[in-house]
Every structure is written in C-alpha cells, then in structure tokens.
C-alpha cells in the first residue's frame, strides 16, 4: 500500500468518541513474553497493549524479557513510560549482556532497542534490578483469581519452560505446574507454522524449551497459536511519520530497524499481541467486531526435538487452535488497524473508534 494512500486512510478511520463511550471494567488480565531486541514488531506489541490498558480493554500486569541484552528490558521501559505506564512491572532473564542488535541473517535491519533506550525517558534505571520472569510470572499468578490471566508469548519459549519448572515458593506451595493449571486462562503464542513446518521462535535459538512447552503444557489450558503465515503478508507501521508524534518511540524504533525511508514491518508480534487482548470477538466500542478466526476444529500441536512443528489431528482436544483472518478481514485492512495503535497519541485521553477500512 503507498504510504500516501494508507495515511489518508489512517486520518479518515481516527474518529474520537467519548471517554465513557467505553464502559468502566477491569480489562483481561495479560503478562507479555517478548523476544525485544532482533525485531522491532515487538515494539509494536507494546504500543498495542499499553493503548489497550489506558482504554480499560487490557490489564498489562508485566512485560517479561526472553532475550538477554540489558537493552531489552530498557527500551520496554521507554515504551511504557511514554505511554503513561511506567510502573508495569518488567522481568529480565539473566544473565544479562551488553549486546546490540547486529542483522548478520540479512545484513538489512538496523539496532534499536539500545538506541531507544538512551535518547527517551524512562521509569526503569537498570536493567538488573528487576526481577527474574520466573519470580515475575510466579508473583502475578499466585495472586491472581483462578484462570484470570492471558499468557502472551512473543518470542522463545525459554521463561514459560523455566516456569512450567519451578518449585514452591513463600508466594505460593504450588509447583509450576500446578500454578499455571490454577491461574492461567489461556496460553497465546506467536510461533511455528501452521498446520506444520520450521519457525524461527521454535527452532532458531532454544529448542529444547519450545519441545517442553508445546508438548507437556498442562492440558486443561488452552493454547492458540499464531503461526508464522497469518502475517507474513500483514505488512503494518507504513506511512509511521507521516502521522505519528516526531517524538514517539515506536516511530523512531521503526525508522531505526526498517530504515530505508520505510516503515513497515511483517506483523507476527502485533497481531498475536491484538487476539491475546480481543480474542475472537473484537471490539464493538472501539468500532470493529470479528478479527480472527480458528483455522482447525481440533486436535494438538506437536513440536519436535529439532524445533519444528506439525499439527496433530485428535478429536479429543479441543482447546487448541492455531489463528486465521476473519472473513472479510484483509491483510491491509489489519496493517491499517494495527498501525493506528502504533500512532497513538497518549496524551490523547480520548478514546478513538479504530475502523477496519477495506475490508
């Protein structure tokens, strides 16, 4: 899509309603999983909570990091505060390193997260003082309400299986296991391809943990996958300066990743980051009903020792599914959704009624 077409778009959907046109509630409950760090879709996830949370729709109860440069957790942190959140709490696996970002798979992608981290403001100071994701993830939980929490993966599977492994703790005498059975509601995960094949998140640098996860997470859980085809062709953050503030940092880290005078990125991150949220049904306030749909009636993942995956066909389980489009719901129709999030003003309190274009 020209980035001139989408942007006269963009302006034409952004239609402000009242703040109370959204009803007070206490928005579902959600801990992001990312890989922040190799791709700024992350980013994007981000933005799409935290918009999500300030409207009621999310309750962002922590970010937890999978990917161990101290950048990752830092630039979670500018993104969040420059949204008004600053005090959600973020976890960083350990240990911790210096790294920067270096694209040696295409020599194309630019760093980010370091570069984020320094030029914005930010609640968190030090990367090492937060929490592990295992102590993050067991404190929520155990004071959480019985299935009450949505568990966004967005990258290796590595925290979710040192979870699945934990021991009692002075939160709680449940084992990992037990815990997840008792507070989880859903596992969400960006990863795999569907209905079988090799995806980066599973196979490309922690195996072994995707292995453990998929195929020993306690069955009453329900899990959805977002595999890496539903949006390969979802090309979302075109146009991003044209419209967002100069000085947002979800602008900046796509300038800085995508480069080349563009800003647009594949949508694997976002899109599962907006089902994790939304679910099946959307959101009539904010103006859009069914985004997505199940692909498969039944049956089960299955990840292999080397990472890939294949779709196992049982009709005695039904609380697995991997994503696909609604109907009626185009590629560029979700890019154009999930780049208003990306645009948003947060100093903007009211709400706004996000069309779905062309669909």
Request: charged share 15%; aromatic share 12%; with cysteine.
């Amino acid at each position: 899509m020209r980035s001139g077409f989408l942007v006269l778009l963009l302006r034409t959907l952004f239609i402000p309603v009242g703040v109370g046109s959204i009803p007070n509630r206490h928005g579902k409950s959600i801990v992001i999983d990312t890989d922040v760090f190799s791709d700024v879709d992350d980013i994007g996830s981000l933005a799409i909570a935290n918009v999500l949370h300030n409207y009621g729709l999310a309750n962002l109860r922590g970010v937890a990091i999978n990917t161990h440069s101290k950048y990752g957790a830092l630039a979670v942190s500018v993104v969040n505060t420059y949204f008004g959140n600053g005090d959600i709490p973020i976890a960083a696996i350990r240990p911790l390193t210096n790294e920067t970002f270096f694209d040696n798979w295409g020599f194309i992608s630019g760093e980010y997260a370091a570069r984020v981290a320094h030029n914005w403001p930010r609640y968190l100071n030090d990367s090492s003082a937060t929490p592990t994701p295992v102590e993050l993830y067991r404190t929520i939980l155990s004071s959480s309400e019985d299935q009450s929490v949505t568990l966004i993966s967005l990258g290796f599977l590595t925290n979710l299986a040192a979870l699945m492994d934990s021991p009692p703790d002075a939160n709680t005498p449940l084992g990992g296991m037990a815990l997840i059975s008792a507070k989880v509601k859903e596992l969400v995960i960006m990863g795999g391809r569907y209905p079988s094949g090799w995806e980066f998140n599973f196979a490309g640098a922690d195996a072994v943990s995707t292995y453990r996860v998929v195929n020993d997470w306690p069955r009453d859980v329900p899990i959805t996958y977002s595999g890496f085809e539903l949006s390969s062709d979802i090309f979302s953050g075109g146009g991003l300066a044209d419209y967002a503030l100069p000085d947002s940092p979800v602008l900046a880290a796509y300038q800085w990743y995508v480069g080349r005078c563009s800003t647009a990125r594949e949508s694997w991150d976002p899109v599962t980051t907006l089902y994790g949220i939304l679910g099946l049904e959307g959101c009539s306030e904010l103006g859009f009903g069914h985004l997505f749909a199940y692909a498969n009636e039944d049956g089960y993942n299955k990840v292999f020792a080397n990472g890939t995956n294949a779709w196992v066909n049982d009709s005695s389980v039904t609380n697995q599914h991997w994503l696909k489009l609604a109907g009626g719901v185009t590629n560029t129709s979700m890019a154009g959704l999930l780049t208003q999030f990306f645009a948003h003003n947060p100093s903007d309190k009211s709400c706004f009624t996000y069309g779905l274009g062309d669909r």
